[in-house]
T-cell receptor
Framework: GEEVAQTPKHLVRGEGQKAKLYCAPI?????VFWYQQVLKNEFKFLIS????????ETGMPKERFSAKCLPNSPCSLEIQATKLEDSAVYFC?????????????FGPGTRLTVT | AQKITQTQPGMFVQEKEAVTLDCTYD???????LFWYKQPSSGEMIFLIY??????QNATEGRYSLNFQKARKSANLVISASQLGDSAMYFC?????????????FGAGTQVVVTP
């Protein structure tokens, strides 16, 4: 598609429950990035993929967060045993070629509320 | 360490006036890219403008221009002739070559409110 698609738009989970978010990058884009935005403020980088391979996972809290990008499937970000502090908007972005240094195209985000 | 600094948490600007949003960055890379994004209250991230570290001319896109001062490590966004629809959060961001042109490093953002 011509836009980055993210589902669901909103997700509500009780503390301790699992949350799974999906992202379909723009067709032809090789790179996918996940960011967490808390309270409309700073963005925290989580993880990026080059096709189905992890490109950079330096921002990932690995004990509860995991992510995948499999061929012919939307990418996913999963949070096991959610905590209140995971409440945030999770943005997915895609980029055609990281090395050109050009912009990343952002999806509309998934708002996760942990109660 | 914070790589992108936006010192103005919020600004009011009158319609039709110009506004400058400050952004300073910290990198030892020679090759990097600087970006500005707009985030309206609806939440989406809208790309506004890009400046490459080797670009000699300041970038311009319609009413947006980037005042790039490389020696000062500054990449201020200028919005000319502000409109009510410009009310939004504005983020400055950077990508670096030594980071394999990977993730964005974002600033904390500046909230702009345009008044009639």
């Amino acid at each position: 598609g011509e836009e980055v698609a993210q589902t669901p738009k909103h997700l509500v989970r009780g503390e301790g429950q699992k949350a799974k978010l999906y992202c379909a990058p723009i067709k032809g884009h090789s790179y996918v990035f996940w960011y967490q935005q808390v309270l409309k403020n700073e963005f925290k980088f989580l993880i990026s993929f080059q096709n189905e391979n992890v490109f950079d996972e330096t921002g990932m809290p690995k004990e509860r967060f995991s992510a995948k990008c499999l061929p012919n499937s939307p990418c996913s970000l999963e949070i096991q045993a959610t905590k209140l502090e995971d409440s945030a908007v999770y943005f997915c972005a895609s980029s055609q070629n990281a090395r050109t240094g050009r912009e990343q195209y952002f999806g509309p985000g998934t708002r996760l509320t942990v109660t | 360490a914070q790589k992108i600094t936006q010192t103005q948490p919020g600004m009011f600007v009158q319609e039709k006036e110009a506004v400058t949003l400050d952004c300073t960055y910290d990198t030892s890379d020679q090759s990097y890219g600087l970006f500005w994004y707009k985030q309206p209250s609806s939440g989406e991230m809208i790309f506004l403008i890009y400046q490459g570290s080797y670009d000699e001319q300041n970038a311009t896109e319609g009413r947006y221009s980037l005042n790039f001062q490389k020696a000062r490590k500054s990449a201020n966004l200028v919005i000319s002739a502000s409109q009510l629809g410009d009310s939004a959060m504005y983020f400055c961001a950077m990508r670096e070559a030594t980071d394999s042109w990977g993730k964005f490093q974002f600033g904390a953002g500046t909230q702009v409110v345009v008044t009639p």
